[in-house]
Nanobody
Framework: QLQFVESGGGLVQPGGSLRLSCAAS????????ISWFRQAPGKEREGVSC????????LYADSAKGRFTISRDNAKNTVYLQMNSLKPEDTAVYYC??????????????????WGQGTQVTVSS
């Protein structure tokens, strides 16, 4: 059964950085496309960034482009999200999830699995 544990969130001032980790439990990440999502209070969940199973293809939401970087270390069974130049509007609970996609695709739509408890990111002065 797919299951992730997200970590690395916290309280940071605007302009600061955080590195989120998404550790797989009970399975290996190698065959899965992994995406980070976030959900702010009162808002729908949205895709933030995606990385293909090989790591060769990535996708970023417009709000994340140029500030966030997704990476994966299959040997450590972990995916990371480096977030720089954080803004108050980045405040949300961040989740990661997996799905199988062919041909190194990266999309936010579709049936993702392995949702964890998420990690809270709060950007505030």
């Amino acid at each position: 059964q797919l299951q992730f544990v997200e970590s690395g969130g916290g309280l940071v001032q605007p302009g600061g950085s955080l590195r989120l980790s998404c550790a797989a439990s009970g399975f290996t990440l190698n065959s899965y496309t992994i995406s980070w999502f976030r959900q702010a209070p009162g808002k729908e969940r949205e895709g933030v960034s995606c990385i293909s199973s090989s790591g060769g293809n990535t996708l970023y939401a417009d709000s994340a482009k140029g500030r966030f970087t997704i990476s994966r270390d299959n040997a450590k069974n972990t995916v990371y999200l480096q977030m720089n130049s954080l803004k108050p509007e980045d405040t949300a609970v961040y989740y990661c999830a997996a799905r199988v996609l062919l041909f190194s695709q990266c999309v936010f739509d579709g049936k993702y699995s392995g949702w964890g408890q998420g990690t809270q990111v709060t950007v505030s002065s």
